[in-house]
């Protein structure tokens, strides 16, 4: 889409989860298994758009031929996510996916240093409202989220009051442990989720 020019989009052929870690925002990093974006940036005329929206010219393994100069595509920034995010016409699978990238950009920071503060002011705050209240809460571990963001944002008894249930799904219960106890702690920060802990929402 916009400038029609051809780009290559790199695959995954097989992977896995081994050495992957879970962060309490949902976020799971796996040196094996990398995420490939949905949403795109143009190298060229900058335009954002989904993958899916794309036309499929050639699929490629080994012999590149013409396009062996084609280039990738370039991965949004938090700003990127958040215009998509408010798009005219978005639909609510996109909107999440947006929305929940864009909170994972903005707690990259602690990630790589968990001796910063992030203060939740102004387009990351109304984003993450906006998110919580697209959240479908029958979904166990999307509730989590939900309380997730209650915590990060500092409402601790919010996020305490949605976790004051007993959880069923596979890995949901000691995920829910660990946020509401970083709750009772009055503990904002994203936080990297222990072994027994972990599940991806």
């Known amino acids: 889409p916009g400038c029609k020019q051809g780009l290559r989009e790199i695959t995954i052929g ?9 962060w309490t925002d949902g976020k799971m990093d796996a040196p094996m298994l990398p995420m490939l974006p949905a949403l795109v940036k143009c190298p060229d005329c900058r335009r954002l758009f989904w993958m899916a929206d794309a036309k499929k010219l050639s699929e490629l393994w080994f012999d590149e031929g013409k396009w062996a100069n084609a280039k990738s ?24 996916y ?14 790589e240093r968990p001796d910063r503060s992030l203060t939740w002011s102004g387009a990351r705050r109304e984003n993450l409202e906006k998110l919580s209240a697209l959240i479908n809460e029958q979904e166990e571990c999307e509730l989590i989220l939900k309380a997730e963001i209650a915590r990060e944002l500092g409402q601790f008894e919010a996020c305490a009051k949605l976790l004051a249930r007993s959880f069923k799904e596979k890995g949901c219960e ?28």
């Open 14 to 22: 097989s992977g896995n989860s081994f050495g992957a870690k879970w």
């Open 73 to 96: 595509p370039v991965d949004p920034v938090e700003d990127d996510y958040l215009a998509a995010a408010k798009a005219k016409g978005v639909s609510r699978t996109h909107q999440l």
């Open 98 to 111: 947006a929305r929940k990238r864009a909170w994972w950009l903005a707690n990259d920071a602690i990630r």
């Open 174 to 201: 000691s995920y829910a442990a660990f946020v509401r106890g970083l709750a009772r702690e009055k503990k904002p920060k994203v936080e990297l989720l222990p072994a027994a802990g972990k599940k991806s929402p």
